[in-house]
T-cell receptor, first 114, second 112 residues
Framework: DGGITQSPKYLFRKEGQNVTLSCEQN?????MYWYRQDPGQGLRLIYY???????QKGDIAEGYSVSREKKESFPLTVTSAQKNPTAFYLC?????????????FGSGTQLSVL | DQQVKQNSPSLSVQEGRISILNCDYT??????FLWYKKYPAEGPTFLIS?????DKNEDGRFTVFLNKSAKHLSLHIVPSQPGDSAVYFC???????????FGTGTRLTVIP
């Protein structure tokens, strides 16, 4: 079955530590995204990538980094510079970034700070 | 600043009745609107969309209405079923999937 796989489901970060969230898709989609969800807030875009080896900052990119070395993979690193990393992180993909594109989401990773 | 607002965090409806979920937006540049549904422990899934050139779009039990002058859209589910119990997110686009703004979600509970 085609879809988006995020791992791990739960992740704990110690102070000053970098952690990486995995996102893999086998939908052959060109575009991939990372969103953050906090309680009482809508999803907010962290980074997105339209093609391999290219990515753009979203609304809240500070303290995060990404890479897109393969079409299928778009890992997100939460760096120690992100002072409030506790949130639910969703990865998504779409065929393109056109105005009528639908997003396909993974099941998310809950990140908490120890 | 929340450009897409869902002011009702939760809604309970009896099975078989109509569910109406509301969404307001502030940016007049939004030209495409989508609803996503999210079950616990799963990612959101696309439900229905509407372009700003229309005022209604229907797909089976789901109908989305758009009132551009009021900057308001609503999702109607008729008849509501227990399997519809989920969190519903409204989203608005100003030119592309990389420029999508989400509301905070409304948790719908359909009571059998």
């Amino acid at each position: 079955d085609g879809g988006i796989t995020q791992s791990p489901k739960y992740l704990f970060r110690k102070e000053g530590q970098n952690v990486t969230l995995s996102c893999e898709q086998n939908l052959n989609h060109d575009a991939m995204y990372w969103y953050r969800q906090d309680p009482g807030q809508g999803l907010r875009l962290i980074y997105y990538s339209q093609i391999v080896n290219d990515f753009q900052k979203g609304d809240i990119a500070e303290g995060y980094s990404v890479s897109r070395e393969k079409k299928e993979s778009f890992p997100l690193t939460v760096t120690s510079a992100q002072k409030n990393p506790t949130a639910f992180y969703l990865c998504a993909s779409s065929i393109g970034t056109g105005p009528r594109e639908k997003l396909f989401f993974g099941s998310g990773t809950q990140l908490s700070v120890l | 600043d929340q450009q897409v607002k869902q002011n009702s965090p939760s809604l309970s409806v009896q099975e078989g009745r109509i569910s109406i979920l509301n969404c307001d937006y502030t940016n007049s540049m939004f030209d495409y609107f989508l609803w996503y549904k999210k079950y616990p422990a799963e990612g959101p899934t696309f439900l229905i969309s509407i372009s700003s050139i229309k005022d209604k779009n229907e797909d089976g039990r789901f109908t989305v209405f758009l009132n551009k002058s009021a900057k308001h859209l609503s999702l109607h589910i008729v008849p509501s079923q227990p399997g519809d119990s989920a969190v519903y997110f409204c989203a608005a686009s100003a030119g592309g999937a990389n420029n999508l703004f989400f509301g905070t979600g409304t948790r719908l509970t359909v009571i059998p």
